[in-house]
């Protein structure tokens, strides 16, 4: 599930499970152990996933299972998200394909994202599968999406190409499919090169806000 590397400054975390990156309990499992090394030794942050899809969104075969098991999983990936929201390191995502539900919650809590161009899919889609998006979420969204676009993204549960996205606030740039991973390496390897005290203030005085209201929501 995890492929780990410290490139120079920058720690790169490879997220692929073979299937469609569903968040599970391996996909935190995996996610916690690759900030926790990037944390202690990087100066910056490039998450991967896997051609294709980047991430599908919470497993839903887990969440079926029982409300115990859905309420572990989903404070769980919470959890997850909340720490990448507030890592005090720069944090670049190279999405080689769709990111829907919770996987797009990983873009919106990240700082730089890249897509790749290409037949995919972002967006938050919880309404049209019969789902209140949750508080954590909520707070990402409103963040960082487009506020003329947040009706239609957040509520209405509309999906987005890649251009779109863009615009939407999910993505920051979108990139040939073949230069996708050497871009974001560079754009981390330049956000390293940052005052990392000041880079972690000035981001936690930007998001201190919603970081609260997210803590809160999980206490």
């Known amino acids: 599930m995890l ?24 996909f935190v499992d995996a996610m916690t152990e690759g900030l926790d090394k990037a944390e202690r030794e990087a ?7 896997r051609d294709g899809v980047f991430s ?7 969440l079926a299972k029982g409300e115990q098991q859905r309420t572990d999983l989903v404070n769980r990936g919470a959890a997850m998200l909340l720490r990448l929201f507030s890592l005090p390191q ?15 919650l990983v873009l919106l809590a990240a700082d730089t994202r890249l897509g790749a161009a290409g037949d995919f899919k972002y ?11 949750p508080p954590f979420g909520m707070e990402m969204a409103k963040c960082r999406l487009s506020k003329r676009h947040q009706t239609q993204a957040i509520i209405q549960a509309q999906l987005y190409d890649p ?7 999910y993505l920051d740039q979108v990139v040939a499919a073949d230069a996708l991973e050497a871009q974001a390496l560079e754009q981390a390897a330049a956000l390293a090169e940052l005052p990392g005290e000041a880079y972690a203030g000035t981001k936690l005085a930007v998001r201190r806000d919603y970081i609260d209201r997210i803590a809160a929501s999980l206490a």
């Open 123 to 133: 967006g938050l889609n919880e309404t049209a599968i019969g789902m209140s998006l």
């Open 3 to 26: 492929n780990y590397r410290l490139q120079d400054k920058v720690a790169v975390i490879g997220l692929d499970d073979g299937k469609a990156n569903a968040v599970g309990h391996d």
């Open 163 to 169: 251009d779109a996205a863009q615009q939407v606030g």
């Open 90 to 104: 720069p944090v670049v995502v190279a999405s080689a394909g769709h990111a829907i539900a919770a996987g797009a």
């Open 43 to 49: 100066g910056a942050v490039v998450i991967t996933g």
């Open 56 to 62: 599908a969104g919470f497993d839903l075969k887990e």
